[in-house]
């Protein structure tokens, strides 16, 4: 199984066991108030290295206070990190993982209030604030602080350390043009701009030992007008390579690229092995891809094809820490997907809130689990999860509602080992996210409504379909608790002239479901996610669409990230957007709103969608009086919100019975 994907690679002189590193993230938890490894942080990667990963890396590993890229990041730059950091090396060491830190300034991507910089250019997305530039003495003094960094590393027992050279952060920033407008032996041509780099190698490798692998992360392309691109990747990598880097690992963009570092489910799966492909034309040591590649399948076939030594996987290995493991046992099917929504990740942390994953609750809480299969215990036998045992004992649970919420919840109090039945009104399962699934380049959201599906099949749990939560049923059940996840549906707003109008009304659930049709001049009324979402789906059936949206921004409820390639799509297919808007009336065959004072009227159109608010389904809860079972209600049965909600409720719900 998975043959080049679990064969051995020699990285200098460490033999790593297979192709798959996890890649650096800076999560933002697990230090204290001297941004010091804390036992949360050591946790997370424990699970991560029994999950059976080749290499791993501590992401955002701060060489100098004022370089730091997030406030809750494990600082380097003083040797009072090392105990700390030599405590989380010894817990990871039984698990025959390499075990590195990415060495890190953010420059002028740090999210401090003053920043530092090749030249006072500020960041072109994301971060604000004042940009200083260097001077040449401190320019000096960091690459020392680079170094002695990574001899800290070394101390502390790490097998590795990463330059990281790319995605717009200070090193990256020096290589750069459009960052980099010094006209001292620091800027200007290519052997200036990479001066600071190569610098920096010499640095570590005087302190930490030549014998200590570096790797260095760079871009293979910046994504930005003026900026680094493959070209200049391609004369750096034999360079680096003869400076003796140990492996180079190709990523791209920088914050506000037209292509993102952390793409979102709208971009190709593997989007940046063609770079990684193109820089190991040019050197031997090994040359590691990244970027969106998410089914071991397709990791194994890179590696077969030549195009990369190494995979590294970020978000994956945040979504099931026992990726590796669970793919080289044959059990892909069993991998818990990471579905690319970019929120519970890196939208995140860079809302300086601990980093997490929507599919997976226990990221940041590894360290209060004590058994199961995301703490890291072994999964059952192929075929067979392992169940993890209640601290209670089991009960009978009845699960009304096989949306997100609910096949989650379902799957979590079957592997707590209790007694599941789960019934659906409809006939089908997934809820609200199985149409969401449907819109164009969402399709991966269904990948973890497939998840649930084969792990309650797995479970010998079947969903009871067409089946309403009933008294019938509860007394057919006679279950201890009942579990409400009922969903949400569309709410009609109280516009006048909605009821009256001659075009036909009808609401996002409908249109995406395919049990209503919208005409060929749509309005759609709503500018959160699902409006945009419905909104991207008629213009791709080439229906001329108009979106209005009352609040100041669009799709709030989106990641940062998964928001920006919508809106490009939005764009090339010529949807109009009005926000702010108060609408008036609708008329017969348009409407009349304000937008910033001014007032619009619109006309020749045929379809109103609804996808404004959406209201909670709970009818089936005046049930409880019927019944002694104790009812919970979870996801948007609860308030409608986003499926990482849906998830997470039923997780604490499954915990708690
Ligand atoms: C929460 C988060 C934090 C990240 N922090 C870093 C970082 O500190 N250094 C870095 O080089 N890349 C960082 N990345 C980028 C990842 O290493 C990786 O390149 C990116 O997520 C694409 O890979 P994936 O599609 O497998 O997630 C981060 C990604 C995420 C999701
Ligand atoms: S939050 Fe979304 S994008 Fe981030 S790891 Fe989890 S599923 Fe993937």
């Known amino acids: 199984m998975l043959p080049h994907l679990f064969r051995p690679i020699q990285i200098g002189h460490l033999t790593v066991k297979n192709r798959l590193m996890m890649s650096a993230m800076s999560i933002n938890f697990g230090v204290d108030d001297h941004c010091h490894v804390t036992d949360q942080l050591i946790a997370y990667f424990v699970a991560r290295a029994k999950g059976g990963a080749g290499m791993m890396l501590v992401g955002g590993g701060s060489v100098h206070p004022g370089g730091q890229e997030l406030p809750d990041l494990p600082q380097m730059y003083e040797d009072g990190c090392i105990p700390a950091l030599r405590c989380m090396v010894d817990q990871i060491r039984p698990y025959g993982v390499r075990f590195g830190v990415q060495l890190m300034h953010g420059g002028r991507q740090s999210y401090l209030p003053e920043k530092v910089a090749p030249s006072a250019i500020p960041a072109p997305a994301v971060v604000k604030g004042e940009v200083r530039a260097l001077t040449v003495g401190e320019i000096r003094d960091l690459v020392t602080c680079f170094g002695d960094a990574a001899r800290r590393c070394r101390e502390a027992g790490f097998d590795f350390v990463e330059i990281h050279g790319a995605h717009g952060y200070l090193i990256n920033q020096f290589m750069s043009p459009n960052a980099n407008v ?48 493959l070209t200049d990747a391609l004369t750096l990598a034999p360079l680096l390579e003869s400076a003796g880097a140990a492996y180079l690992h190709v990523s791209a963009g920088v914050y506000g690229s037209t292509e993102l570092t952390i793409p979102s489910m709208y971009t190709p799966q593997g989007c940046f092995v063609h770079l990684a492909e193109a820089v190991k034309q040019v050197v031997d040591i090994p040359v590691i891809t990244v970027g969106r590649i998410k089914d071991p399948v397709h990791a194994d076939q890179i590696i077969a094809d030549g195009r990369a030594d190494m995979v590294a996987l970020g978000r994956s290995f945040l979504a099931d820490p026992e990726y590796p493991k669970k793919a080289r046992t044959g059990r892909i099917d069993e991998i818990r997907p990471c579905v690319g929504c970019c929120l519970g990740c890196i939208h995140a942390v860079l809302a300086k809130e601990p980093g997490g994953c929507v599919v997976n609750p226990d990221v940041g809480r590894e360290y209060l689990l004590t058994s199961g299969e995301t703490a890291g215990e072994p999964a059952g036998s192929p075929g067979r999860p392992s169940v993890k045992p209640s ?14 919420a609910g096949l989650a919840a379902a799957r979590e109090c079957a592997l707590a080992g209790h007694d599941v039945v789960i019934c659906e009104q409809k006939d089908v399962s997934g809820g609200l996210l199985n149409l969401a699934s449907k819109a164009p380049g969402r399709g991966e959201l269904g990948d973890i409504l497939r998840f649930f599906d084969r792990a309650l099949t797995r479970l010998d749990i079947r969903v009871r379909y067409q089946t309403p939560l009933t008294k019938e049923l509860l007394d057919e059940v006679s279950p201890d608790h009942v579990v409400l996840a009922t969903g949400s549906l569309p709410q009609m707003p109280v516009i006048k002239g909605l009821f009256t109008t001659s075009m ?17 001049q749509v309005i759609v009324l709503g500018g959160g996610m699902a409006g945009l979402i419905v909104a991207d789906f008629l213009a791709d ?18 990641s940062a990230n998964d928001r ?42 045929d379809t109103v969608v609804i996808s404004e608010k959406y209201e909670a389904v709970r009818a089936a809860k005046s049930l409880e009086k019927t019944s002694s079972a104790r009812f919970h209600l979870i996801g948007d049965a609860k308030s409608p919100r986003h499926l990482m909600y849906c998830i997470s409720e039923a997780h604490e719900l499954a915990l708690s019975l």
């Open 564 to 605: 920006y390639y919508l809106r490009e799509n939005l764009k090339k297919k010529d949807v109009t957007l009005y926000k702010q808007v108060a609408i008036q009336a609708v008329t017969s065959d348009g409407v009349i709103f304000t937008c910033k004072g001014e007032k619009t009227t619109l006309s020749g159109f």
């Open 182 to 229: 010094r006209t001292d032996e620091y800027g200007g041509s290519f052997d200036n701009r990479t001066r600071f780099l190569f610098e920096i190698l010499a640095d570590i490798q005087a302190k930490a030992g030549a014998d200590f692998p570096v790797g260095i992360r760079i871009n293979g392309n910046d994504y930005m007008a003026n900026g680094w691109e």
């Open 391 to 404: 601290v209670n004992p089991p009960v009978r649970v009845l699960v009304a509602g096989a949306g997100p």
């Open 541 to 558: 059936q080439g229906k001329s669409v108009t979106v209005l949206n009352r609040k100041k921004s669009f799709a709030e409820q989106m």
């Open 504 to 520: 036909a009304l009808v609401t996002g659930v409908d249109v995406m479901a395919g049990t209503e049709t919208a005409g060929q």
